[in-house]
């Protein structure tokens, strides 16, 4: 059974009322609660204790995307925690983080993302490694955007699987520009991520292209249609 679902901040940006009532309507599975600036955590921490019980009954997956930029990494991760003990997954960009103690207490609910080619650090496995080394029980989310603007011929998101297989927690999915700027999938960028649709009927999958609501469903289409197509390698191929 296929998970998939959309990021808030794809639709709405901060506006994550307005982006889960687009949703409502659709058949989506799984929704990512996005907070990628610092002053939309504390809303959007406050009405989640309320939000969420509608949301685990409306959708089988529920994650987090947590602050991109922020001042206070040790308040932004007691803020974090809250989320965590909450039972969310909580997305994090591997170049966000200073102190390594900080994260360790966010446990298996911290997933780390593969950046795109702006970012110095956490675009490959090898550099992925040492973050995974320093918390030992953080997941991976895998941005199938990322790892192909960092490689085409997309084997660095085979090398991420196949080191990280286990940690695997959730799928990014969309295309992006040399500016970070996420957009809908090109014919191109869908047939690059076709080996990976085994693996992906799997595990929950994050639609983040920027979209109007008028295109919500087309993308949604697109990312079911690639995700059940039988052509992609087996899930076992990228076992540890």
């Excluded at 979209?211 to 059940?228: D, N, S, Y």
């Amino acid at each position: 059974m296929t998970t998939i679902g959309f990021s808030t901040g794809a639709i709405a940006r901060d506006d994550f009322v307005t982006a889960l009532d687009l949703l409502e309507p659709t058949n989506t599975s799984a929704v990512e609660l996005s907070a990628l600036r610092a002053p939309e955590l504390p809303p959007l921490l406050a009405a989640l204790p309320a939000l969420l019980p509608r949301l685990n009954k409306r959708y089988r997956y529920v994650s987090f995307h947590a602050p991109t930029k922020f001042d206070d990494e040790q308040s932004l991760v007691q803020q974090l925690m809250v989320i965590a003990d909450l039972g969310l997954n909580i997305v994090v960009h591997p170049d966000t983080i200073g102190d390594f103690d900080h994260w360790r207490g966010l446990g298996s609910r911290l997933c780390l993302e593969n950046m795109d080619s702006r970012k110095p650090i956490g675009r490959t496995a090898e550099e992925l490694e040492p973050f995974f080394e320093m918390l030992p029980e953080a997941r991976l989310c895998l941005d199938l955007a990322h790892a192909r603007q960092i490689d085409s011929s997309m084997n660095q998101a085979v090398r991420i699987l196949r080191r990280f297989a286990n940690r695997l927690a959730q799928f990014h999915i969309s295309e992006i520009n040399s500016k970070g700027a996420h957009f809908p999938m090109s014919f191109a960028a869908i047939r690059a991520y076709e080996p990976f649709a085994n693996i992906m009927s799997r595990t929950p999958v994050i639609i983040e292209s920027m979209v109007g609501r008028h295109e919500i469903a087309r993308e949604i289409a697109a990312t079911e249609e690639l995700v059940t197509r039988t052509s992609g390698v087996d899930s076992r191929e990228f076992a540890a």
